[in-house]
């Protein structure tokens, strides 16, 4: 069955020109690829459009048994204005539609599965500087999952402290928005039984634990089997090491913490399943892709 692929802009507008290149790259694999331009009817500079025109952009997608497939073009900023203006019961009696990207869009992904149920992927955007070439190995990565044939994702691991071997369901993405949406109705109230992935950018590590301490305090590490940090891009262009962090983590939660440079703002960035089931051993993660039981 052929997959529909719609690339949008719900956060920030496209910082460079429309990725030509990447949509061709999409089509000459086989998918139907349309990018959608945006309002450009916000009076912020940093936002694609006002929270009206978005939020419509998006519900009409959902909405179209034909768009299977949503990417995002890039991150960037205001993902969560959108959550609010969501009739998430009407959407509820909808088929799932597969949202991938990372960063800011980390927030429209945590409250699809939370609101919805829905799984989504944190993955490589096609109008940022992550994206290279089909030829890299996390675009093939991707390229495989929108197929919908269930392959199996490896996401080798570097580093880990405590105990190594993990099985739970997948939930994760920027740490700085997931942090920001706890406390509000668009992220679980429980994790327990959940391995957890980070990663983010720019971030001091006094942040970083800052972040951590709220998701300890708030009781939202309660029954997590595991943590998993991807890429911290600037940690060390301000002299500090992650691995020291990771450990530092580990100690306070006393939760089992793994290291990967393979997924967050980098290349590569290995996709990762919001939702799916996952396991932890011999120094990889490895989840398991989507088969096609979306939208026809």
């Not at 306070?252 to 051993?281: D, E, M, W």
Request: glycine fraction near 8%; aromatic fraction near 10%.
């Amino acid at each position: 069955m052929d997959t529909s692929i719609k690339i949008i802009y719900p956060a920030s507008k496209a910082n460079e020109p429309t990725p030509k290149n990447s949509i061709l790259e999409l089509k000459k694999c086989g998918f139907e690829c349309q990018e959608l331009d945006a309002a450009a009817d916000s009076p912020w500079d940093f936002l694609s459009g006002t929270v009206e025109s978005r939020t419509q952009q998006l519900v009409s997608l959902l909405r179209n048994p034909k768009d299977s497939v949503i990417i995002a073009g890039r991150g960037g900023f205001g993902a969560s204005d959108l959550l609010p203006h969501m009739n998430w019961e009407q959407l509820h009696e909808l088929q799932e539609t597969l949202l991938i990207g990372f960063s800011d869009i980390s927030s429209l992904q945590s409250a699809f599965y939370t609101k919805l149920n829905w799984r989504s992927i944190h993955g490589p955007m096609p109008n940022t500087e992550y994206w290279k070439d089909v030829g890299q190995d996390d675009i093939k990565m991707l390229l495989d999952l929108l197929r919908f044939e269930g392959k199996s994702i490896h996401v080798p691991l570097d580093q880990s402290w405590g105990k190594q071997e993990a099985t739970g369901i997948l939930f994760g993405g920027c740490l700085s928005v997931l942090t920001g949406l706890i406390g509000t109705p668009y992220i679980p109230q429980s994790l327990a039984e959940h391995i957890l992935f980070f990663e983010d950018i720019g971030e001091h590590p006094a942040r970083i634990l800052r972040f951590i301490n709220q998701w300890q305090q708030s009781g939202m590490l309660e029954g997590v089997r595991h943590i998993v940090f991807g890429d911290l891009s600037g940690l060390e262009e301000l002299g500090y090491d992650k691995s020291t962090l990771c450990n530092e983590i580990h100690e306070r939660t006393q939760i089992p913490v793994s290291s990967s440079k393979y997924f967050g703002h980098c290349s590569p960035n290995y996709p990762l399943g919001i939702g799916y089931k996952a396991n932890i051993s011999s120094n990889e993660l490895i989840w398991k892709g989507p088969e096609y039981d979306h939208k026809s």
